[in-house]
């Protein structure tokens, strides 16, 4: 499984006053990285520092390790 979000991004941002539409238009982040936060996909270090900026957040708030149960046999 590896890294996964603690929190819905997508939700903790709209919470802050960043709707879609707003993000999009201010440039905050690309549409494709909109898509991978809805399809709960990895994105790049810069997108999580820049999720960390916008939620005031730190990267342990974001994200934790789940290991994979099928690794471990």
Known sequence: MGMVYKINVLQ???AKGYSTYRIKNDR?????????????????????EAFCRLLE?????????KPDTAEND
């Open 57 to 65: 957040i730190q990267p342990g708030d974001l994200l934790e390790y």
């Open 12 to 14: 903790a941002l709209k």
């Open 28 to 48: 905050l982040l690309s549409q494709s990285t909109l898509q991978k936060l809805r399809e709960g996909k990895p994105v790049s270090w810069e997108n999580i």
